[in-house]
């Protein structure tokens, strides 16, 4: 479970996210939406620990952490990014196993095989030795997804997964986020389309841009 | 052809210093460059700023002033070298300033997001460097590096200057000597091989790292 108490994060004198509380149960989706310049983002990249917060505490599992500094123990959040920032270099399967084998020093085989797992369960099984230019954009994000489920996150996260796919790829995100609820990942899901937030949400968070 | 089998010993000998050159400038003058150009992209000021007076200290004067000023500047302070020692250590620092602005300029194509990525994926900064950025930016200077290092070839003829045998000397020593261009054409070949060598060698890295975009 993650708890957000009063978070607030300010950038150059404007309040961007003022006095946020929260919680996320367990294995439940949490939607975030709102209009552009909300500060969806934002909190987003305040709870993966990419921007630091100027007042407020997170909670997970009833224990107090930092997301900025959270290096060391195994609350992991994993982020989807809007445009997924594969790595170009290394093919599919690399991306996927860099981190479990550099940082949680899993064997090669190991992380491999727990690779072929997860890609073969989005359906990328074909798609382990492609390079990234090679793949379409949800195979990319799918790819993304992959890549962040190898490190065990306790939370998932998703900026905007939807925009930069078709229509009819929508609906695939829309699916795979709900079977990997099934599965009881959590996961909290930014996004300002709003029939597929509504399509996903356990929860839903609405901010609005503050002047 | 009897006059050409005559002066070669001496061109050749003379190709050996300008390999020479060459290949240590090289060898060292690279990764230095990467660790500069590393050290232009923090956030430290007074570091950044150092390192911009040195790079333009080196690609704002001549590389033969450069040489004249090692050689014979130096002693002067106390600091004293060996010719050969002396030009070296100036094609070093003239070719490690250009080359840390080559790197700079590739760090700095990597989009923050890649960073990102890799922090939330909890890679520390050095494997995130190794990894991720190094071979990006490796692809991307590539080109540029070597543009450089086919000037190299050509630049290591200013070591004349102070008095080093290298190629184009062995050419000149002969011309004047013979009073003929022919050491100076077969000097224009050698130079000419040198560089397609280069050149080869360059095409094939760049299509090395072709496997991915």
């Known amino acids: ?211 | 052809m009897n006059y050409v089998t005559q002066i070669l010993p001496s061109l050749l000998s003379g190709t050996g210093m300008t390999l020479s050159i060459f290949f240590w400038t090289i060898i060292i003058a690279i990764p230095l460059g990467i660790l500069v150009g590393l050290g232009m992209t923090t956030r430290f000021k007074p570091l950044t700023w150092i390192i911009n007076i040195y790079v333009w200290l080196m690609r704002g004067t001549p590389l033969l002033l450069q040489l004249i000023f090692v050689f014979y500047g130096l002693p002067i302070i106390g600091i004293v070298f060996q010719r050969y020692d002396a030009a070296l250590f100036a094609f070093i620092l003239n070719y490690t300033a250009y080359f840390a602005e080559i790197f700079r300029g590739g760090l700095q194509a990597i989009p923050a997001g890649q960073y990102e990525s890799a922090r939330v994926l909890r890679l520390t900064k050095w494997q995130t460097l190794r990894k991720i950025v190094i071979p990006q930016v490796v692809k991307i200077v590539l080109p540029s590096i070597g543009n450089e290092v086919i000037n190299l070839v050509k630049d290591s003829s200013l070591v004349y200057v102070i008095g080093l045998g290298d190629l184009l000397r062995a050419g000149n020593v002969a011309m004047a000597r013979d009073v003929t261009l022919v050491p100076m054409l077969l000097v224009g070949v050698i130079y000419l091989l040198l560089t397609a060598v280069c050149t080869l060698v360059l095409k094939r890295l760049e299509r090395h790292y072709s496997f991915w975009r």
Do not use: W
């Not at chain 1, 997170?58 to 790595?87: C, E, K, M, S």
């Not at chain 1, 095989?113 to 990328?124: F, G, I, K, P, S």
């Open chain 1, 1 to 211: 479970m993650l708890e957000l108490k009063g978070i607030t994060k300010k950038f150059g004198g404007k309040t961007i996210l003022d006095d946020v509380n929260l919680t996320v149960e367990d294995g439940k989706i949490l939607t975030i939406v709102g209009p552009s310049g909300a500060g969806k983002t934002t909190l987003l990249r305040c709870i993966s620990g990419l921007a630091s917060v100027d007042s407020g505490q997170f909670l997970l599992d009833g224990q107090p952490f930092d997301p900025a500094t959270n290096r060391d123990n195994d609350a992991v959040i994993g982020v989807v990014f809007q445009d997924y920032q594969l790595f170009p270099n290394l093919t599919v399967r690399q991306n996927v196993t860099l981190a479990p084998t550099m940082v949680l020093k899993q064997s090669t085989q190991a992380a491999n095989a727990e690779a072929d797992r997860l890609l073969t369960q989005l359906d990328l099984g074909d798609k382990a030795d492609l390079f990234p230019y090679e793949l379409s954009g949800g195979q990319k994000q799918r790819v993304a997804i992959v890549r962040a489920l190898a490190m065990h996150p306790k939370l998932l996260c998703y900026d905007e997964p939807t925009s930069a796919l078709d229509p009819d790829l929508r609906k695939e995100v829309e699916q795979i986020i709900l079977k990997l609820r099934d599965e009881g990942i959590t996961q909290i899901v930014v996004t300002h389309d709003m029939p597929f937030a509504k399509a996903i949400a356990d929860q839903m968070l609405r901010v609005e841009p503050k002047n």
